[in-house]
T-cell receptor, first 109, second 115 residues
């Protein structure tokens, strides 16, 4: 079993839709959780960094962590074609960060 | 504010050769982590360096080695290249913390192709 599981998609939505991206994890030691956006052939770009359970909002993005169910979510409001990318979730409890395989998102104009 | 930079951008090598990849961390950062990202996969942790020493290592063979310099820049060396080493190699920098890795910022990566 992978430490971080993520549906690879692809997920296709119309412009303006609310997007929900999800991950599950198995490592109980994880305390910090991250979402990165990666465009094709580029390095990952940090979107959200959260500690333990709860919600964090930044503009159109909201990250949720539920440690009791080991579930991580990212919501994107008013999605734009420029949001089309691969979204990576990750967790860390020490120096090692474990990533999911990424979900490909397509936002159609 | 300079972000994370990596060189070279692309590299083509043949099996059995050795390669060195370079990384300069974001200004003010002192910790460097290296990742391997195969096509269609998430980044996999190779190792992390702080104060010129390896702090933690992922599940990679000894063919993968690294170095950190006093100016916090870092190198990743891979010996005896295999076809399966073809991937995007990512460097990420962060500020040191005692027991965990703080927010990491990634460079653009070096795409290595092994023929």
């Amino acid at each position: 079993q992978k430490e971080v599981e993520q549906d690879p998609g692809p997920l296709s939505v119309p412009e303006g839709a609310i997007v929900s991206l999800n991950c599950t994890y198995s490592n109980s030691a994880f305390q910090y959780f991250m979402w990165y956006r990666q465009y094709s052939r580029k390095g990952p770009e940090l979107l959200m960094y959260t500690y333990s359970s709860g919600n964090k909002e930044d503009g159109r993005f909201t990250a949720q962590v539920d440690k009791s169910s080991k579930y991580i979510s990212l919501f994107i409001r008013d999605s734009q074609p420029s949001d089309s990318a691969t979204y990576l979730c990750a967790g860390t409890g020490g120096f090692k960060t474990i990533f999911g395989a990424g979900t490909r998102l397509f936002v159609k104009a | 504010d300079a972000g994370v930079t990596q060189s070279p951008t692309h590299l083509i090598k043949t099996r059995g050769q050795q390669v060195t990849l370079r990384c300069s961390p974001k200004s003010g950062h002192d910790t460097v982590s290296w990742y391997q990202q195969a096509l269609g996969q998430g980044p996999q942790f190779i190792f992390q360096y702080y104060e010129e020493e390896e702090r933690q290592r992922g599940n990679f063979p000894d063919r993968f080695s690294g170095h950190q310099f006093p100016n916090y820049s870092s190198e990743l060396n891979v010996n005896a290249l295999l076809l399966g080493d073809s991937a995007l190699y990512l460097c990420a920098s962060s500020l040191v913390r005692d027991r965990y890795t703080d927010t990491q910022y990634f460079g653009p990566g070096t795409r290595l192709t092994v023929l």
